[in-house]
């Protein structure tokens, strides 16, 4: 092992624990469409997008200058290509493809946290990265079967980029769930229910809902955040909301929505820093 | 274009941000005027029984602007102003969706009658 923990060298050095834990996840949310896709093709599946992903991490960026349209990248996005083939004959929906590959997520935070637990800033970092970094490809694949999906009108487009993403648990008692795409019609209802219910799974202490990828929040999308975290508060857990960019805080304010009592804050990181405060990981913050 | 369902309101939004991108508009205009367009499609399909959106340029090139043209053929609103006020609903929901438009686009017109349905104007320059 290097004797430095990132999300990389896991990738490189613990492939096969990696992908292990990553099939289980499957399973257990249920994200195998078994009836669809093979166990076996799955598994292979899954396989070969980890192994793009390991041959290319050593060259290109994992941080903030992370960009999947980088040329190192290729191997992911040739493996992703394949996926979404296969997965578009199906019959998959963009949401499986979704959760398929934000599967990934849980064990790449259960080995951060084995390994540089001790060491909450560099796991906030990395758990940073590993989020940035599974919902752009998650993104990119959704994109992706979208674009083989020719016969569909254009007009149905637009509600495919709604995606409904897992909620994953990040420390013991904090969850955290990504809103990707538009959050129009009941999939903002289901992204709510998976979050309480998480809450009461995990005994969750703080709830962190990720608005990073929602491109527009309107006053339904406010009212829906709103909702969810007084849903959220009623159960005893606290919710944070973070990714709100100045373009969408100034709308925000413009529209006229508050968001009385509900915790805010700009990134994922910062949103990590609080909820680790909250839970007495760290204390304050430096 | 045609509002009749919620992802038509989607389709709505990403057509203000592709004529905003047509203009040379900032980012920060663009998130207003698209959030602006979400609001009023939205209203259309679920309290004027769908309707339709254009978009169209106007301006001298350099400093050109969008307008959106909503119309639907729905029961109208009786007393305009009063559901522009932040807070008034109909329905289960903030009320901000109207005087929120207004707030974030650089024209905002609205007309309204039990007989033509509502006819919402918006028009946002690129700065
Ligand atoms: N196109 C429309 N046709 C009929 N009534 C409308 C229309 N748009 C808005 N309204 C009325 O104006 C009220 C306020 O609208 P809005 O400010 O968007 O708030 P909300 O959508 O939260 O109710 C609505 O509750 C509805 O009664
Ligand atoms: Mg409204």
Same mark, same amino acid.
């Given at each position: 092992m290097p004797n430095e923990v990132t999300i990389s060298s896991i990738i490189i050095n613990d492939y096969e624990r990696v992908l292990t834990e990553w099939l289980k996840v499957q399973s257990a949310e249920g994200v195998k469409r078994t009836d669809l896709v093979s166990g076996k093709e799955s598994e292979q599946q899954s396989r070969d997008l980890l192994s793009a992903m390991a041959k290319a991490m050593p060259k290109e960026a994992t941080d903030d200058n992370l960009d999947l349209a980088e040329p190192g990248w290729e191997p992911v996005r040739d493996a992703l290509e394949t996926i979404a083939e296969n997965r @578009?004959? %199906?019959?998959? $929906? @963009? /949401?499986? +493809?979704?959760w398929f590959i934000g599967a990934l997520k849980q064990p790449l935070f259960k080995i951060l946290q084995g390994e540089i637990g001790e060491k909450p800033r560099i796991l906030m970092r990395e758990i940073w990265n590993v989020t940035r970094l599974i919902d752009q490809i998650s993104l990119h694949a959704i994109e992706t079967l979208v674009s083989k999906r020719e016969a569909i009108i254009e007009r149905q487009r637009a509600e495919m980029t709604e995606v409904a993403a897992p909620v994953v648990k990040i420390w013991d008692s904090i969850v955290t769930v990504p809103l990707i795409g538009t959050l129009d019609s009941f999939r903002a209802q289901t992204v709510m229910e998976n979050l309480l219910d998480a809450i009461v799974q995990w005994e969750a202490e703080v709830a962190i809902i990720d608005i990073t990828g929602v491109s527009t929040v309107d006053t339904m999308v406010a009212q829906h955040l709103l909702k969810t975290a007084a849903a959220v508060r009623l159960m005893g857990a606290e919710c944070v909301i973070c990714g709100i960019s100045p373009k969408i805080a100034q709308t925000v304010v413009n529209l006229g929505v508050e968001l009385p009592n509900i915790v805010t804050r700009v990134?994922?990181? $910062?949103?990590l820093a609080y909820a680790f405060e909250r839970v007495g990981v760290i204390a304050g913050r430096g | 274009m045609t509002l009749k369902t919620p992802s038509d309101v989607a389709f709505a939004r990403q057509a203000a941000a592709r004529? +905003?991108?047509?203009?040379? #508009? &900032?980012?920060?205009? /663009?998130?207003?005027?698209?959030? #602006?367009v979400s609001e009023i499609a939205r209203n259309a399909v679920i309290y004027g029984r769908g309707g339709v959106i254009s978009f169209t340029q106007t301006g001298p090139s350099g400093r050109q602007s969008v307008i959106a043209v909503c119309t639907d053929r729905g029961p109208g609103i009786e007393d305009i102003s009063a559901a522009i006020a932040d807070g008034y609903s109909t329905?289960? &929901?903030?009320?901000?969706?109207?005087?929120? #438009?207004? %707030?974030l686009v650089d024209r905002f017109e609205i007309t309204s009658s039990s007989r033509q349905g509502t006819k919402v104007t918006l028009e946002c320059g690129p700065r």
């Amino acid at each position: 092992m290097p004797n430095e923990v990132t999300i990389s060298s896991i990738i490189i050095n613990d492939y096969e624990r990696v992908l292990t834990e990553w099939l289980k996840v499957q399973s257990a949310e249920g994200v195998k469409r078994t009836d669809l896709v093979s166990g076996k093709e799955s598994e292979q599946q899954s396989r070969d997008l980890l192994s793009a992903m390991a041959k290319a991490m050593p060259k290109e960026a994992t941080d903030d200058n992370l960009d999947l349209a980088e040329p190192g990248w290729e191997p992911v996005r040739d493996a992703l290509e394949t996926i979404a083939e296969n997965r @578009t004959q %199906r019959g998959v $929906s @963009t /949401t499986e +493809m979704g959760w398929f590959i934000g599967a990934l997520k849980q064990p790449l935070f259960k080995i951060l946290q084995g390994e540089i637990g001790e060491k909450p800033r560099i796991l906030m970092r990395e758990i940073w990265n590993v989020t940035r970094l599974i919902d752009q490809i998650s993104l990119h694949a959704i994109e992706t079967l979208v674009s083989k999906r020719e016969a569909i009108i254009e007009r149905q487009r637009a509600e495919m980029t709604e995606v409904a993403a897992p909620v994953v648990k990040i420390w013991d008692s904090i969850v955290t769930v990504p809103l990707i795409g538009t959050l129009d019609s009941f999939r903002a209802q289901t992204v709510m229910e998976n979050l309480l219910d998480a809450i009461v799974q995990w005994e969750a202490e703080v709830a962190i809902i990720d608005i990073t990828g929602v491109s527009t929040v309107d006053t339904m999308v406010a009212q829906h955040l709103l909702k969810t975290a007084a849903a959220v508060r009623l159960m005893g857990a606290e919710c944070v909301i973070c990714g709100i960019s100045p373009k969408i805080a100034q709308t925000v304010v413009n529209l006229g929505v508050e968001l009385p009592n509900i915790v805010t804050r700009v990134d994922l990181e $910062s949103g990590l820093a609080y909820a680790f405060e909250r839970v007495g990981v760290i204390a304050g913050r430096g | 274009m045609t509002l009749k369902t919620p992802s038509d309101v989607a389709f709505a939004r990403q057509a203000a941000a592709r004529a +905003m991108g047509a203009i040379g #508009a &900032s980012a920060i205009k /663009t998130t207003k005027f698209v959030t #602006a367009v979400s609001e009023i499609a939205r209203n259309a399909v679920i309290y004027g029984r769908g309707g339709v959106i254009s978009f169209t340029q106007t301006g001298p090139s350099g400093r050109q602007s969008v307008i959106a043209v909503c119309t639907d053929r729905g029961p109208g609103i009786e007393d305009i102003s009063a559901a522009i006020a932040d807070g008034y609903s109909t329905g289960k &929901s903030l009320g901000l969706g109207l005087g929120g #438009a207004k %707030r974030l686009v650089d024209r905002f017109e609205i007309t309204s009658s039990s007989r033509q349905g509502t006819k919402v104007t918006l028009e946002c320059g690129p700065r």
